[in-house]
């Protein structure tokens, strides 16, 4: 459960509207509208689980995390990625879609502290299955005059290793 106040139906809305237009901009390939999403302080991490034994839980942060990024480099990541002659990777481009569940908010001094589930489901034409990774999210959004903002994440996969021939898309 977030730590902090609950909040009302009107700010638990604009949460859930928030989590599903960022969701919707990385389904459509709309990286630059996705960065916009974005505070300047923004911290974006995506970690693996480290399993050690039936007697202590998965523990996160072991090891080098998949990303840890700031807003410069998750401007030139958004930069190459929306551009084809720069990437290989995304050349053909991924087709990716975020189902966000389980939301739960709390207000916290620092924000909005929202938690929730992500199952992305990764087709690429150059393979013949699709791929799916999933996580747990913790997010701080944090309201701006332009609407919520994204200054944190910390994607928790649910793999140790990610089965993907690279990672070039967004938690």
């Known amino acids: 459960m977030p730590?902090?106040?609950?909040?009302?139906?009107?700010?638990?809305r604009a949460v859930y509207e928030f989590l599903s237009l960022e969701s919707d901009c990385l389904g459509v390939g709309d990286l630059t509208a996705w960065y916009a999403l974005l505070a300047p302080q923004i911290r974006y991490r995506v970690m693996a689980p480290a399993f050690?034994?039936?007697a202590r839980p998965r523990h996160y942060g072991r090891g080098t995390p998949y990303f840890d990024e700031d807003t410069h480099s998750l401007g030139i990541r958004v930069r190459q990625l929306s551009t084809p002659s720069f990437t290989i990777a995304e050349n053909p481009r991924t087709i990716a879609r975020h189902f966000v569940t389980n939301i739960r908010a709390a207000r916290t001094d620092d924000g909005i502290e929202a938690l929730s589930n992500v199952l992305v489901l990764r087709v690429r034409s150059t393979e013949p299955e699709p791929a799916l990774v999933s996580a747990r999210r913790v997010d701080l959004l944090v309201e701006t005059p332009c609407g919520l903002r994204l200054a944190s994440r910390l994607a928790q996969l649910d793999q140790v290793s990610v089965r993907q021939p690279n990672l070039s898309f967004f938690i």
Request: aromatic content about 8%; hydrophobic content about 55%; cysteine-free.
């Open 52 to 54: 050690m034994d039936a």
């Open 3 to 12: 730590a902090g106040a609950p909040l009302g139906d009107d700010a638990f």
